[in-house]
């Protein structure tokens, strides 16, 4: 049997239409709070801005990394926590706070998604290589029906760094959609290690590039 090599990396066409899926949505995506009126939200934006206080310079520092490989990455308009809910390798019920005190690259997958194939080696050698107690890539598939065939994909293309985290539901699409955020796969964000966004991008990256991990590192900070 042919052993099956991994897809090409993202071609300079794919990666330039990402930058300006990019440019788009970081120009034109609004952020709105559907929480109520009054002093709840108030006491709701009090909240937010005490989880996500010093994110802000955060994104400011990490702004200048956003070239090159990944120039499509757009800063956060408002650093703010996301209500989203995921499998993980156990099939255990995860959430943003469950990954506290790393900074996350979550990503959104599925294996229909011919540019999402393309960029899974680099995202699973980001992992590889600086993936640690401080920093994770969390790649969250969403094909939906049963496991087998995002299962067969990793195991085929060797794709063994990366934990398994699945999302049958496309409820997490759904959720980055309504903000703005998702227009199609790959989806890709960058949490600080409050959980609170930090950047996001649409398209895919060649994610084991310098440009890469030089935003990475940033993200992090010192």
């Not at 049997?1 to 239409?17: H, N």
């Not at 090159?68 to 809910?85: C, D, H, I, K, Y």
């Amino acid at each position: 049997m042919t052993e099956k090599r991994p897809f090409r990396l993202p071609s300079a066409k794919l990666v330039g239409i990402a930058a300006l899926a990019g440019i788009i949505a970081g120009a034109g995506a609004v952020y709105m709070r559907h929480i109520g009126s009054g002093s709840s939200v108030q006491e709701a934006q009090a909240n937010v801005a005490g989880l996500c206080e010093g994110a802000g310079d955060r994104i400011a520092a990490l702004t200048p990394f956003s070239k090159g490989q990944v120039a499509a990455m757009a800063p956060a308009s408002e650093p703010r926590p996301l209500n989203l809910t995921f499998k993980g390798p156990e099939g255990q019920s995860l959430k943003m706070a469950d990954f506290a005190g790393k900074t996350v690259l979550l990503n959104l997958w599925a294996t229909w998604c011919v540019p999402c194939r393309e960029e899974m080696p680099a995202l699973n050698a980001l992992e590889q290589e600086i993936g640690g107690q401080d920093f994770e890539v969390v790649a969250v598939n969403i094909d939906t029906g049963g496991d087998e065939k995002p299962k067969t994909f990793l195991d085929e293309y060797k794709i063994g760094a990366l934990g398994y985290y699945r999302d049958s539901s496309m409820g997490v699409f759904n959720v980055l959609k309504k903000e703005g955020l998702a227009f199609g796969l790959p989806a890709t964000l960058l949490f600080d290690g409050k959980g609170c966004l930090l950047a996001s991008m649409n398209g895919p990256a060649a994610w084991d590039s310098p440009d890469a991990k030089a935003l990475i590192t940033a993200a992090k900070g010192p």
